[in-house]
């Protein structure tokens, strides 16, 4: 099983729909976020989360929630989806307090294609 | 001006060649750079991580931070077709911090 799992894989969904996109980790990390790619812009941050009961806003979180349910899910919301949510969104894991050698960085999971029309 | 910058590519270049690939950045408090590769319908994975200035080899890569010139780059020696994907560098002002990306340079190694 991967690290970081992410559902759906894909998604179509209509303008105005609410949607929701999970994320599970198995790494045992206390930081989980979200990021949205687009081509040109590369990773956005939406979302993060140092724990459970810590949730901050990334750069674009306007139009997004979130929901940190455990440590090991962490979910994105889009309350009424637009045409330009559509992209490619990633969770992904850190632990910010182990050694610097590859341990900090982030594990991210596959992806989830969402495309709003 | 974005914080950090990169070429998009894509890069096209055959088997066997050196590859440079390049980010600049604006923010001199930056400190903590990564390499991230991130193959088709992939999420990016950690390549390589340097502290501050100098340079860090692992295998046919090789990072470099020029920390005076607001630079860094990824060197891969003896580049195969598996190599071919989009490259992300990333950095952070403080330990802990959350990371800034780049936009990418796609890359392609033609055999």
């Known amino acids: 099983d991967a690290d970081v799992t992410q559902t759906p894989r894909n998604r179509i969904t209509k303008t105005g729909k609410r949607i929701m996109l999970e994320c599970s980790q198995t790494?045992?990390?206390?930081?989980m976020y979200w990021y949205r790619q687009d081509p040109g812009l590369g990773l956005r941050l939406i979302y993060y989360?140092?724990?459970?009961?810590?949730?901050n806003k990334g750069e674009i979180s306007d139009g997004y929630s979130v929901s940190r349910q455990a440590q090991a899910k962490f979910s994105l919301s889009l309350e009424s989806a637009i045409p330009n949510q559509t992209a490619l969104y990633f969770c992904?894991?850190?632990?910010?307090?182990?050694?610097?050698?590859?341990?900090?960085?982030?594990?991210f999971g596959s992806g989830t294609r969402l495309t709003v029309v | 001006q974005k914080e950090v910058e990169q070429d998009p590519g894509p890069l096209s270049v055959p088997e066997g060649a050196i590859v440079s690939l390049n980010c600049t950045y604006s923010?001199?408090?930056?400190?903590?750079f990564m390499w991230y590769r991130q193959y088709s319908r992939k999420g990016p994975e950690l390549l390589m991580y340097?502290?501050?200035?100098g340079n860090k080899e692992d295998g046919r890569f090789t990072a470099q931070v020029d920390k005076s010139s607001k630079y860094i780059s990824l060197f891969i020696r003896d580049s195969q077709p598996s190599d071919s994907a989009t490259y992300l560098c990333?950095?952070?002002?403080?330990?802990?911090?959350?990371?800034?990306f780049g936009p990418g340079t796609r890359l392609s190694v033609l055999p």
């Open positions: 992904a894991t850190s632990d910010g307090y182990r050694g610097l050698e590859g341990l900090y960085g982030y594990t």
């Open positions: 790494k045992g990390h206390d930081r």
């Open positions: 989360s140092f724990d459970v009961k810590d949730i």
């Open positions: 923010n001199s408090a930056f400190q903590y």
């Open positions: 340097t502290y501050s200035s």
């Open positions: 990333a950095m952070s002002r403080d330990y802990g911090q959350n990371f800034v």
